[in-house]
Each structure stands twice: as structure tokens, then as C-alpha cells.
């Protein structure tokens, strides 16, 4: 049994930044910390968080007066923002730089007049975000949406779309968008979350390789899902699994050769359990795949420094 580790693999810039405010956030202020929402799409890291003082809540009103807050990686609404200027809660803002530049994109494109298309997954909290930062938004999830969805103007519409989605993903929903609707503007696709496209071009150079490729990811995580779908469209057998404890040896055999990656909020520590129990099931050999470099590394907020 041999194991292909992807590269690049795991926690993006974005989500580095999100644990560390949190992280930084207990140690200046004490526990506990108020995290709205999920601080990334993974039980390890928020469970994590909760053992060192981090208090995840789903709403601003269930924050104790004075409590200090975070806002998730995934973004918030103008709603939100303003409950809690309301409340006057002392708040620091997690929200990856990258989807705060999609709401300013949506917000320009809203001044002009424009309609907004947001090109994503209804329910996911960066739609929600994004969704509640203009008046109005058409939502788009997939290519036979484009056909029936109905607009004001036909003549001025833009399109945004949901951070982790890749540039593959998109590629075909944008090219619909403007067949029916050839004024539409939107922004250039290098505005899309590298990381999401690397990690799935890592799965890209990894598939015709392996037999099995196993993402590391939570269920509730859009990218990771991509990850596991884009194995099965490549023909592998694929399985996201949270951990190590979730592997199925049934799954391969002494002669298989595993892939092995990790979702955007996924930590490396489980990506390291789970190679060490593919080596108690037999695994002889382990060797990472080249691929994009990421040196990316986004500013902490003033709060936290």
C-alpha cells in the first residue's frame, strides 16, 4: 500500500487568519470569546477553540452586554453588523479577506444600479453574508437555474460568486449568465479563492494515480464536498472523512495506492492521523505530490495586535 499526499492541502490563508484572531483574541482578552457562527467548517478546530475559552453562539442576542465578539471566517450580513453596533459589543472581524472583497464588489455593481446574481449554495453563511450586504440578490446554485430565474432589467445585471467555489465550478454557470443576459458585468475570474482552485487541481494532478482518494473535511464544508465530488467526476472511488477514526480498511488492499488530501478548514494534524493509520493498515511508502506553492498571508486586524 503506497499513500499520495496533494499539495497544496488544508487550511488556507483565510482560515489561518480566522483561528489565530480567535486564538489571539482569548490570550488578550481572556475567555471567554464569542464566535458567531462556526469560526470555519470543522468540529476539530472548533472544539479546539471551546477548550481554550471559545464560546460558539448562532445568534448576536445570545451574547452576554460587553462580550467580546468575533465575526466567523464566512462573513456576516449588514444585519448583523449592525445588531451588534446596536449592542455596542466590542467586535472583531474574522471574515476572510476574500469574501469581504466579494461584498464590496456586490455593493460597487449594487451603485450603479445593477441587479446582483450570486453565483452559490443557498444556506451555506458566505451567501447568507454576502446576500445581506445589498438589497437584492437572484441566487444562482447550478447551470439550469440560468433558464428560469427572473431579473428587473436584463440590461443591467452583475454577477459575484460564493469564495469556494473554483474557477471550474463557475466556468460554465458564467458563460450561461452571459449568453442570456450579454450586458451582464462581473468581476475577473482571478477574484476567485485561489485556494479553492489549487486544492482542486491538487486532486486533478493526484487522480490518475491513485485507486482511493480520501478527502479530510467536515460534511457541512463546501469545499471539501468539491474535493470528494471531483474524485468520483474523475473516476476514483472517493470518501470525506473527518479523521483517521473514519477510515473503512475494506475501502483498499495491501496493493492499493491511496490519495490523500484535506478541505480549506481542515487542520494538518488530521491529515497526519490519518497517515499514521493507513501505516498500521499496511501502508510502506508515503510521498507528496508537487504542486502551487501558496505563500499567501493576510493582515491581522488592529484589535487582536
Given at each position: 500500500m503506497k499513500v499520495l499526499l496533494a499539495?497544496?492541502?488544508?487550511?488556507?490563508?483565510?482560515?489561518?487568519?480566522?483561528?489565530e484572531i480567535v486564538e489571539r483574541a482569548l490570550e488578550k482578552f481572556g475567555a471567554p470569546v464569542y464566535v458567531r457562527h462556526e469560526i470555519v467548517h470543522n468540529k476539530f478546530v472548533v472544539d479546539s477553540l471551546k477548550a481554550k475559552g471559545a464560546i460558539f453562539v448562532n445568534e448576536i442576542d445570545e451574547i452576554p452586554t460587553g462580550g467580546v465578539t468575533v465575526f466567523s471566517a464566512h462573513g456576516?450580513?449588514?444585519?448583523v453588523e449592525d445588531s451588534a453596533k446596536l449592542r455596542s459589543l466590542p467586535v472583531i472581524d474574522a471574515t476572510c479577506p476574500l469574501v469581504?472583497?466579494?461584498?464590496?464588489?456586490?455593493?460597487?455593481?449594487?451603485?450603479t444600479g445593477a441587479e446582483i446574481i450570486l453565483i452559490g449554495h443557498k444556506g451555506h453563511p458566505e451567501v447568507e453574508g454576502t446576500s445581506g450586504r445589498?438589497?437584492?440578490?437572484?441566487l444562482v446554485e447550478n447551470i439550469g437555474d440560468v433558464a428560469t430565474i427572473e431579473v428587473d432589467n436584463p440590461?443591467?445585471?452583475?454577477?459575484?460568486?460564493?469564495?469556494?467555489?473554483?474557477?471550474?465550478?463557475?466556468?460554465?454557470?458564467?458563460?450561461?449568465?452571459?449568453q442570456r443576459f450579454p450586458n451582464i458585468n462581473g468581476p475577473d475570474t482571478k477574484?476567485?479563492?485561489y485556494a479553492t482552485q489549487n486544492r482542486q487541481n491538487a486532486v486533478r494532478?493526484?487522480?490518475?494515480?491513485?485507486?482511493?482518494?480520501?478527502?479530510?473535511g467536515a460534511v457541512?464544508?463546501?469545499?471539501?464536498?468539491?474535493?470528494?465530488?471531483?474524485?468520483e467526476e474523475l473516476n476514483v472511488t472517493s470518501f470525506l472523512i473527518a479523521g483517521a477514526s473514519e477510515i473503512n480498511p475494506d475501502w483498499f488492499g495491501q496493493e492499493s495506492i491511496i490519495g490523500v488530501t484535506a478541505g480549506a478548514s481542515a487542520p494538518e494534524v488530521l491529515v497526519q492521523e490519518v497517515i499514521s493509520r493507513l501505516r498500521e493498515l499496511g501502508a510502506k511508502h508515503v510521498e507528496i505530490l508537487s504542486g502551487t506553492p501558496e505563500n499567501v498571508k493576510f493582515k491581522l486586524p488592529a484589535e487582536v495586535l
Amino acid at each position: 500500500m503506497k499513500v499520495l499526499l496533494a499539495e497544496p492541502r488544508g487550511f488556507c490563508a483565510g482560515v489561518d487568519r480566522a483561528i489565530e484572531i480567535v486564538e489571539r483574541a482569548l490570550e488578550k482578552f481572556g475567555a471567554p470569546v464569542y464566535v458567531r457562527h462556526e469560526i470555519v467548517h470543522n468540529k476539530f478546530v472548533v472544539d479546539s477553540l471551546k477548550a481554550k475559552g471559545a464560546i460558539f453562539v448562532n445568534e448576536i442576542d445570545e451574547i452576554p452586554t460587553g462580550g467580546v465578539t468575533v465575526f466567523s471566517a464566512h462573513g456576516v450580513s449588514q444585519k448583523v453588523e449592525d445588531s451588534a453596533k446596536l449592542r455596542s459589543l466590542p467586535v472583531i472581524d474574522a471574515t476572510c479577506p476574500l469574501v469581504t472583497k466579494v461584498h464590496n464588489e456586490a455593493r460597487r455593481y449594487e451603485s450603479t444600479g445593477a441587479e446582483i446574481i450570486l453565483i452559490g449554495h443557498k444556506g451555506h453563511p458566505e451567501v447568507e453574508g454576502t446576500s445581506g450586504r445589498v438589497n437584492k440578490v437572484v441566487l444562482v446554485e447550478n447551470i439550469g437555474d440560468v433558464a428560469t430565474i427572473e431579473v428587473d432589467n436584463p440590461d443591467n445585471l452583475a454577477y459575484v460568486t460564493q469564495t469556494t467555489l473554483s474557477v471550474d465550478d463557475t466556468k460554465e454557470i458564467i458563460e450561461a449568465l452571459k449568453q442570456r443576459f450579454p450586458n451582464i458585468n462581473g468581476p475577473d475570474t482571478k477574484d476567485i479563492c485561489y485556494a479553492t482552485q489549487n486544492r482542486q487541481n491538487a486532486v486533478r494532478q493526484l487522480a490518475p494515480h491513485v485507486d482511493v482518494l480520501l478527502v479530510i473535511g467536515a460534511v457541512n464544508s463546501s469545499n471539501s464536498n468539491r474535493l470528494r465530488d471531483l474524485g468520483e467526476e474523475l473516476n476514483v472511488t472517493s470518501f470525506l472523512i473527518a479523521g483517521a477514526s473514519e477510515i473503512n480498511p475494506d475501502w483498499f488492499g495491501q496493493e492499493s495506492i491511496i490519495g490523500v488530501t484535506a478541505g480549506a478548514s481542515a487542520p494538518e494534524v488530521l491529515v497526519q492521523e490519518v497517515i499514521s493509520r493507513l501505516r498500521e493498515l499496511g501502508a510502506k511508502h508515503v510521498e507528496i505530490l508537487s504542486g502551487t506553492p501558496e505563500n499567501v498571508k493576510f493582515k491581522l486586524p488592529a484589535e487582536v495586535l
